[in-house]
């Protein structure tokens, strides 16, 4: 049998429709454990169709573009998947070949594409709407896990250099969400510089170290993933734990509100 604790839901879509869910909680960190615990659940759960991973990453922050920027307690849902430290030498010089992991699901990727243009409207619309329902999600869970309120903004360090966020204080109160490309690796990363290389390279947002086995493990079982990342870190020599009870909140709202997109 499986080792490990499973908690059996349901989750209802817009649609009417119950989505079965099963949850796994993964234990530490780095590719080859995910492929394990990928591989463990496929064994163990003969009907499973979607994995969705879900946790907290690092995110690429670019004060200066508000439609590019990621905010510590943002949420990345991904688009694609590269393993950066999957590379061969050519010539001297490193070359990527860990840049054709297969594509999240697209069931996920057009329910994701539908919760950006509902924060757009939430958020954006002259006429004020209701907020988001991961809002709402995050205030309910915040009321049952420790240490999660939203951190102030001054402890985010790029919080200042937002100049966009003066324009329209109230759009950007809550976790924002963005559909974007997961660089993955088995490394632990905390290098600004090279950080900015891979997001200028490889056009990424977010950083973690099990995506790509995450991605690889699934299409090799005949699944489809997505991951789902609450931004904690900006992967640089200030990582610290402020962020992570929040951000971890904020992902799994974002994810019920994916699954009741499907």
Not at 72 to 100: A, E, H, P, T, W
Not at 182 to 210: G, I, K, W
């Amino acid at each position: 049998g499986y080792q490990g604790e499973l908690r059996y839901g349901v989750v209802a879509s817009i649609g009417g429709r119950e989505q079965k869910i099963v949850e796994s909680q993964f234990h530490g960190a780095g590719l080859r454990l995910a492929q394990r615990e990928v591989d463990r659940l496929k064994r163990y759960l003969l009907n499973l169709k979607y994995v969705l991973f879900v946790g907290i990453g690092a995110g690429q922050p670019r004060p200066d573009s508000e439609d590019k920027d990621i905010r510590l307690g943002d949420v990345v849902i991904s688009s694609g998947v590269i393993q950066y430290d999957d590379v061969r030498r050519v010539d001297g010089k490193f070359v990527l070949s860990g840049n054709g992991i297969p594509p999240p699901g697209h069931e996920f990727i057009g329910a994701a594409n539908n919760l950006v243009a509902n924060q757009m409207v939430s958020r954006g619309a002259a006429t004020p709407r209701r907020a988001p329902v991961w809002d709402e999600y995050i205030a309910q869970a915040q009321a049952f896990v420790e240490n999660s309120n939203r951190p102030p903004d001054a402890a985010d360090p790029h919080n200042a250099a937002r100049t966009y966020l003066s324009l329209n204080p109230t759009r950007y109160t809550c976790c924002r969400i963005r559909l974007a490309r997961v660089a993955s690796a088995n490394t632990l990363l905390r290098d600004a510089e090279h950080r900015d290389y891979l997001c200028n390279h490889h056009d990424v947002a977010c950083f973690d170290m099990e995506g790509a086995a995450v991605a690889l493990a699934t299409h090799a079982s005949g699944m489809a993933y997505v991951l789902v990342r609450g931004v904690s870190d900006y992967a640089d020599k200030e990582k610290n734990n402020v962020w992570h009870a929040y951000a971890a909140v904020a992902a799994a709202a974002v994810t019920r509100a994916l699954l009741e997109d499907l």
